[in-house]
Every structure is written in C-alpha cells, then in structure tokens.
C-alpha cells in the first residue's frame, strides 16, 4: 500500500506540475518546500523559470470555485486599496482532475506578529476599514450598501453577500439567520427567533457605513515577513468595520499593541462588548455547521448571554 500511494503521489505531483505551467505559460518550475494543508484546503509553492515565487491553493471538493472565486475577489478587494497587505492574487484555473485552484503571490520569511508588526496591522486595518468612507460620494469605486459583489465562503460554505442591503441590520440579520438555519437546531432556532427581534437594540445611536472588511481575521489567517505584516484566506464583505474584530477577540492570538493602534485610529464606541459577542456568535454557528455539535453548547450560551442584555 505504501508503495501504490506513493506512485498515486507522484503522478499527482506530475500532473499539477504541469497544469500550473500551462496556466501561467511559463516554461518550468520548481517546487519550494514541502507544501502546506489547512483544515479546507491543501497548497504547494513554487519559483518559476523567470523567477517569480507563487502559492497554489488546491481543493478537489464540489463548490471550490465558489470558494476560490470568493477568495480571489476578497484578496483583489483588499489589494486594490493599498491599505494591509495581502498576498497578490493570480487568477482562479480549473484543476485538472476536479475541483479548483487559487494561484496568489508566494510570502518569504513568514512568522509570527511581534510587537512592531501587531501595531502596524492595527493601523493598517483601521486604515483598510475607513477606505470606503474617505472616499468621495461621487467616487464610482465608493459602495454605498451592505454586500459583496460575489459569495464569498468563510471556510466552505457560502456566505449570501450578493444580496445587497440598505441597512447594515438587516444585512446581519440575513447572515446569522442564514447560519442558525443550517444548525436545524430546534433551540438555536426557537433562542435566534428571541434575539432576531432584539438585534436593532446592539446598534442604538451608531450611524454605520459600509466597510470593506477580511471577514475571517483569526490569528491563523495573519502573519509577518520582513516587509511588514500580512494577512490573508479572506472572505471579504462590506460591513461593520467592527465584525473582523469579533473573531479576533474569539480565538486571541492579537496583542495589546494591535488594539491600543487599531482604537487609536478607530475608538471603541458604546455597546462595542456586547456586540462584539454579537460578532462572534457568527463564527460560533460557523464553526459548529463546520466542525459539527463540538460548537453547539459555546453557541447556545452566547445567544442566551445576548438576551440577557
């Protein structure tokens, strides 16, 4: 058996050696370390003939052009603000054998944020989340509702962005019935339809434009290179500059130099704990229509918490 799966390996490392050189049309390449897997979605990098370093993102799941035309759209978003770094995106190519691949910029010396780099992500992402705001009224590139352009997955399910919304409320509203739904959880449901009619109170007195925001900004989707920090795997909407803080603050991995830098530019304004739970009860329903039941108790009691309020 070890034998049989490492010929099916090495035909697989032929045959997408390959496709990655006709879509680039370079004429070699080579592979750069040993590849990397997420719990999604796996990748390998590359140096081409001309010598530019590449990352390929490969998925061979149904809906991973869904996924990967998201991801693309979220990185182009970020990119052509000029604000925080993310990985240039390339383009999106059918894989050979199934599913998709996602081409991008390869990072050299990444590592993990240290003080310097936490604090020059917290402006950077203040500086991403008040783009859309600076720019003029009139400005064609400037959106005015609460959406994406395209569905983008916070890990593979699709998140329905493309409806877009006048008000940030009822766009949230959407996303978190959407989640509660998928549960099919007859207390989820029975506590979301509870705290669906309180929703409008977590945002008395705020006047909320539209953000573009990362959408999925845990500690594993950031890093560091010698030219400053970098993030990345996003699944980007336009949306309360708040909600990227929501999974932050779930999984940790930020220090307090990254917040005292982001609040500096951006302060806390009222209610900002509680809906910050509010943001996170999200990646709770997320996770658990992920990963399964392991998410439901976490989710149950964040939603009993939010009553409470």
């Known amino acids: 058996f070890a034998f049989v799966n490492s010929v099916i390996y090495f035909v697989f490392v032929i045959v997408m050696d ?86 991008v910029e390869h990072l050299d010396n990444m590592s993990s944020l240290n003080a310097d780099s936490s604090a020059k992500l917290g402006r950077q992402l203040a ?25 983008t997955c916070c890990g593979f399910i699709p998140q329905s962005n493309t409806t877009w919304c006048d008000s940030w409320v009822e ?3 959407n996303k978190l019935d959407e989640q509660c739904k998928l549960t099919t959880d007859s207390q989820c449901m029975n506590l979301w339809s509870d705290l669906s009619d309180k929703l409008n109170s977590f945002f008395d007195g705020l ?16 890093t560091s290179t010698l030219e400053g ?9 336009y949306g309360h500059h708040e909600y990227d803080l929501g ?11 990254f917040y005292q830098t982001y609040h500096s530019i951006i302060p806390k304004t009222d209610g900002f704990d509680k809906r910050n739970d509010l943001y996170q009860l999200f990646h ?8 399964g039941t392991g998410y439901r108790s976490q989710t149950i009691n964040i939603m009993k918490d939010l009553l409470k309020l």
């Open 207 to 222: 006047s909320i434009e539209p953000s573009l925001v990362h959408g999925d900004l845990w500690s594993g989707n950031a």
């Open 171 to 173: 766009f949230y509203r």
């Open 18 to 103: 390959n496709f990655v050189i006709n879509v680039l049309g370079c004429k070699s390449l080579r592979r750069l370390g040993s590849g990397a897997g997420g719990c999604i979605s796996s990748g390998q990098s590359y140096i081409t003939d001309n010598g530019d370093r590449i990352f390929v993102k490969q998925n061979s799941k149904p809906g991973a052009r869904i996924m990967f035309d998201g991801e693309l759209a979220s990185l182009q978003a970020i990119y052509n603000t000029n604000t925080v770094r993310v990985p240039k995106p390339i383009g999106v190519y059918d894989n050979p054998g199934s599913g998709c691949v996602l081409i």
């Open 229 to 237: 920090p970098v993030i990345y795997d996003c699944a980007s909407f």
């Open 247 to 257: 999974i932050m603050a779930m999984f940790g991995g930020f220090n307090s130099h």
């Open 127 to 151: 500086q991403l989340h008040l783009h859309n705001s600076k720019l003029d009224s009139n400005d064609p590139n400037k959106i005015h509702k609460f959406g994406f352009h395209v569905p």
């Open 284 to 291: 709770y329903l997320n996770h658990w229509n992920h990963f």
